[in-house]
């Protein structure tokens, strides 16, 4: 009776909460996709901030209430089908990458036994090793927000945080826009996120639809099974679903969690300035204190998203520019033999790599330069009118601002700011001509491998070289 307790009172926590009411339409459609949940049975934990936070927070009581109802049933909270449904989207995923490894080496076996040239050869076993990879990370991904979901420190903490570390400035004149600025955004993610998910699932469905056009995207998926295998149609069809929900919708998320904290952060920096702005430079020390508590806590807010969204990014960015340029060199090498919409296909998935690119620079660098902001007000502050303590409040502040790295990362590894933006695009941009380079090569290679089996003519007929001067040039071919 108490899990049940515990497990409604964190479920009423959540409906109740502001920021998971803002998201609740892209939350369904996360939902759908199996890939979001409340774990029940885990006790709602006060997570306080302390002297971060503008009103004091009442703690949340766990103990059951006299009028609990007293079933012992905890599968009467519907966020225990929900977790259910997310295993299941788990299970089918996992059926899905099982059935794509058994495709993958049906048909490297039988490539070995095809004397195609050594261009054509390596695009066959690029085209399908990148769908492979494409399988497991979507499983990889899968599990990164089903453990963001489970875990204490994730999606709940979140959302429960976020209520209680963004406060309203306790000065007058400040912001108090948050919610219209939100929605518009919240809106058009959630339009431009339905319709990029339908695009998607099309992408996988057509390829059933009985149509010369359709044939080589038929083949590939039904490679190493009869055609009219139903079981593994009905298997590829659902699981098509899940895996549209975590290609597409993990962007997205991050767009909107992104937006909601650089809102924050430019309000903190709107109020900052304006309040730095009527003290004429002249700062006291409460009022300074407060807002870097206000800052930090903003700071608190985001390592609580990092640590969700930080595994996906690493991911996201390293699968992506390899999907890009192992894409870019299938397409070229089979321009001439692939059919009008598998190249249609091909296209619209490297533009949606490049898109989830874009997206992640984006919101990294635009919660890094708001979360910067306000370095530049601080150092405009006159200091010479300024006490000791107040000095040492603003050299704190400075300090937390220029010497600590704000903002989302790559699992740690490096941050995601203006700077990343150069550096994705140089690394893309190195590689793409190294493979280029590769690409003429082998082309040139399979050309002069042409050229040498030419057999010599019955009249002795000869063609003019290569620099075309009329000399026989050694090579002769067939009358």
């Known amino acids: 009776m108490a899990s049940t307790e515990v497990t409604t009172e964190r479920t009423e926590r959540m ?83 099982v059935k794509s490894t058994y495709s993958y080496c049906f048909g490297i076996h039988l490539l070995q036994l095809n004397d195609d040239p050594l261009e054509s050869t390596l695009a066959t076993y690029v085209t399908n090793t990148r ?27 979140l959302f429960i945080s976020w209520e209680k570390l963004r406060f309203h400035c306790p000065v007058s004149g ?35 639809v009985p149509s010369d056009e359709y044939s080589q995207l038929f083949e590939s998926f039904m490679r190493g099974f009869n055609t009219d295998n139903v079981p593994v149609k009905i298997l590829i069809g659902i699981a098509s679903l899940y ?41 006291r020390v409460k009022t300074l204190e407060w807002f870097r508590l206000r800052h930090n806590a903003l700071c608190i807010l985001l390592e609580h ?6 595994p ?14 192992s894409g870019i060199f299938s397409a070229y090498a089979g321009s001439g033999s692939s059919k009008v919409m598998t190249e249609i296909s091909t296209c619209y998935w490297i533009l949606t790599y490049f898109l989830h690119i874009a997206i992640m620079l984006y919101v990294g660098a ?27 409040q603003l050299q704190t502040f400075l300090s937390k601002l220029t010497c600590d790295r704000i903002g989302f990362t790559a699992w740690k590894m490096f941050t995601v700011d203006f700077t990343a933006v150069v550096e994705v695009v140089g690394l893309y941009v190195t590689h793409q001509i190294l493979l280029f380079q590769l690409q003429l ?18 009249n002795n007929e000869t063609f003019p070289d290569m620099v075309g001067n009329g000399h026989a040039s050694g090579w002769i071919v067939s009358g």
């Open 312 to 325: 996906w990014i690493l991911l996201t960015f390293g699968c992506s520019i390899v999907q890009i340029l």
């Open 305 to 310: 998203a990092d640590w969700i969204f930080s």
């Open 174 to 208: 400040c912001t108090q826009t948050f919610d219209p600025s939100f929605i518009r955004k919240r809106n058009v993610v959630v339009i431009l996120a339905g319709f990029h998910l339908i695009v998607q699932y099309l992408s996988v469905v057509l390829a059933f």
């Open 366 to 392: 635009s919660v890094n330069s708001a979360a910067l902001a306000p370095t530049l007000h601080l150092y405009e502050v006159n200091q010479s009118k300024m006490t000791f303590s107040e000095t040492l």
């Open 15 to 97: 409906r109740s909460n502001k920021l998971y009411c803002l998201c609740r339409p892209f939350v369904f459609l996360m939902r759908i996709g199996g890939i979001f949940f409340i774990q029940p049975g885990t006790p709602p934990e006060d997570y306080s901030c302390g002297a971060h936070c503008s009103t004091p927070q009442k703690n949340v009581s766990i103990i059951p209430k006299k009028d609990a109802p007293t079933s012992n049933n905890s599968w009467k909270d519907p966020q225990q089908w929900g977790r259910l449904y997310c295993l299941l989207a788990f299970t089918l995923m996992v059926a899905y990458f």
């Open 441 to 458: 090569d082998l082309g040139l290679e399979y050309k002069a491998h042409e050229f040498s089996m030419c057999e010599k003519p019955e």
């Open 131 to 157: 769908y492979l990879a494409w399988v497991a990370q979507m499983v990889i991904v899968h599990v990164i927000f089903l453990r963001a979901c489970a875990n204490p420190n994730g999606m709940f903490k």
């Open 243 to 283: 895996s549209s929900s975590l290609f597409i919708l993990p962007s997205y998320f991050f767009l909107l969690i992104g937006s909601a904290i650089t809102i924050d952060f430019l309000h903190f920096d709107h109020d900052l300035r304006r309040q730095l702005r009527r003290e004429d430079g002249r700062v």
